[in-house]
């Protein structure tokens, strides 16, 4: 993060304090871009500490990129100066190795499965504790849905369809084997860079959630959608260790049970709103959804399977993950 900023971040936060409500304890929630369903959700959270804590604990939002992207969040967390964030777990691999099992392919057969496993203590705590020593721990989990393959010329309707197509995929090293064992060429790049790619004929497609389709207005050049759920990568709330310490018991306690709460908002939130963007983006850019075997695409990527043996720590965590489904 540059110097340039930090001060700008600081700057913000001290300066937004002397003009606040008053309160015995303020609470920095800061986040980057999102879909609606996770900014009603933040909402909902600070709504729920707000009144549950009398007004004791008042929680004063940065929204839409206002202190930096995602990275950026979290370095600031690190240092105290946000206090709560909301995070993609694909970036949280780069703090902690143990995030890297949510970019596994097909590591859910279902979304039950998946808020099975994402709600189970015994899996996510020690995740969550992970970046313990680094200023900050994950405190829950929001649903960002599964990532599939969207096409400018034609849908997936099986493995050979990918085979020498150029995939925009996050830069995640798993997100780029998973690729290449499916035959596709993978090239990482920022988001803002793949609408002008897929018109260009820079890629032939790209891999997200529906909202992509929409608010990024890929379905303009991208009208192909196929459901092979390739992953489910959560979002990850993060709060700050100095934030906590700031907290009493029974304060703390209370922003324990908003998040929860904050949790199932989400989740309810979050179907409700894919639906309507599957219609949208029908009615809009004339986007064909379809539905794959995913059994072949599954096999094609065993190799990333077998090599996570070589890894002790991320496939202990992947055994539990298979024990609590």
């Excluded at 009398?54 to 939002?61: A, K, R, S, T």
């Excluded at 150029?166 to 499916?182: E, P």
């Excluded at 192909?224 to 018991?249: C, E, G, W």
């Excluded at 639906?275 to 059994?295: G, H, I, P």
Aim: charged share 25%.
């Amino acid at each position: 993060m540059t110097k340039r900023r930090i001060v700008r971040a600081l700057f913000l936060c001290l300066f937004i304090l002397p003009f606040a409500a008053p309160a015995k304890t303020m609470l920095r929630l800061a986040y980057a871009e999102n879909s609606q369903p996770v900014k009603d959700a933040l909402r909902f959270l600070g709504d729920e500490i707000e009144k549950n804590t009398h007004g004791d604990v008042q929680v004063i939002y940065f929204p839409d990129g206002q202190l930096g992207g995602e990275r950026e969040l979290v370095e600031l967390t690190q240092v105290g100066v946000v206090d709560i964030t909301k995070v993609s777990s694909g970036l949280m691999e780069s703090f902690s190795p143990l995030y890297g099992v949510f970019s596994l392919p097909y590591l859910f057969a279902s979304k039950e499965e998946y808020y099975k496993v994402m709600d189970n203590p015994q899996v996510m705590d020690g995740v969550y504790q992970s970046t313990a020593e680094r200023g900050f721990i994950g405190v829950g989990w929001y649903d960002s849905g599964a990532r599939n393959f969207y096409m400018t010329k034609g849908p997936v309707n099986g493995v050979a369809d990918l085979k020498g197509k150029k995939i925009r995929v996050m830069q995640s090293v798993t997100a780029i084997n998973t690729m290449k064992l499916l035959g596709a060429s993978p090239i990482a790049m920022g988001q803002a860079e793949v609408y002008t790619s897929l018109q260009q004929g820079i890629l032939d497609g790209a891999e997200n959630n529906e909202f992509a389709l929409t608010i990024a207005r890929h379905g303009e050049v991208a009208r192909f959608y196929t459901y092979d759920m390739h992953t489910r990568i959560p979002d990850i709330l993060v709060m700050s260790q100095q934030a906590i310490k700031k907290l009493t018991p029974e304060q703390l306690a209370i922003v324990k049970d908003a998040i929860k709460a904050s949790i199932d908002f989400e989740k309810a939130a979050w179907d409700a709103e894919i639906e309507k963007t599957r219609l949208q983006a029908v009615k809009d850019f004339n986007v064909e959804f379809n539905d794959v075997d995913k059994k072949p695409f599954q096999d094609a990527v065993q190799p990333i399977y077998e090599s996570l043996k070589e890894k002790p720590v991320l496939y202990a965590l992947y055994q539990r993950i298979q024990a609590a489904k």
